[in-house]
């Protein structure tokens, strides 16, 4: 079963905007990380951020965690075309047997017109 | 350099029959996991390979087994396919030699149809 639930499920915005995404899950995590899907294709990995960092920057991507509240969101600032995609987090529980299984959740259909 | 590989890309099997998917992971990487995706939904972990064992497994029956080589590509075998299985499934590398908590690398999947 998937761990985690993301928020909204989709989100249509126009080219220019920021976008946001949300994240929460339940267990406690070494990591956690985004990644993305166009469609019918593999996931790519987009940023990971560590359980005792609270936020994370890489280039037009903002992700925050907050472990007290099992919570994390994705911004994407001005965001383009060519970010239409799914969006899955995926976390890494915590402990010293998980050998980097991930849980991912629901994910959330990001349109962005042109 | 090469990324991760799989084959074959899209394959339609009927129900009762068996299937194997192959992987072959980024170069340097000794680590494969297999996930199933369903239409619509994240991605679910089927198991993971490290050093020619199963080292972590998910909630799938035992209809679902696996294989590491020794120059680490791997193999997803399905027995007794039922219509259920009908979904995209992911392979992803890692390298554990450096920790649990690296990024995977995926693969384009293969897309498995079952009549």
């Known amino acids: 079963s998937q761990q985690g639930e993301e928020d909204p499920q989709a989100l249509s915005i126009q080219e220019g905007e920021n976008a946001t995404m949300n994240c929460s899950y339940k267990t406690s995590i070494n990591n956690l990380q985004w990644y993305r899907q166009n469609s019918g294709r593999g996931l790519v990995h987009l940023i990971l951020?560590?359980?005792?960092?609270r936020e994370k920057h890489s280039g037009r991507l903002r992700v925050t965690l907050d472990t007290s509240k099992k919570s994390s969101s994705l911004l994407i600032t001005a965001s383009r075309a060519a970010d239409t995609a799914s969006y899955f987090c995926a976390t890494l529980r915590a402990g010293g047997t998980s050998y980097g299984k991930l849980t991912f959740g629901q994910g959330t259909i990001l349109t962005v017109h042109p | 350099d090469a990324g991760v590989t799989q084959s074959p890309t899209h394959l339609i099997k009927t129900r009762g029959q068996q299937v194997t998917l192959r992987c072959s992971p980024k170069?340097?990487?000794?680590?494969v996991s297999w996930y199933q995706q369903a239409l619509g939904q994240g991605p679910q972990f089927i198991f993971q390979y490290y050093e020619e064992e199963e080292r972590q497994r998910g909630n799938f029956p035992d209809r679902f087994s696996g294989h590491q080589f020794p120059n680490y590509s791997s193999e997803l075998n399905v027995n007794a396919l039922l219509l259920g299985d009908s979904a995209l499934y992911l392979c992803?590398?890692?390298?554990?030699?450096?920790?649990?908590?690296?990024?995977?690398?995926f693969g384009d999947g293969t897309r498995l149809s079952i009549l």
């Open positions: 992803a590398s890692s390298s554990l030699r450096w920790g649990a908590s690296q990024p995977q690398h």
């Open positions: 951020i560590r359980s005792n960092e």
């Open positions: 170069s340097g990487h000794d680590t």
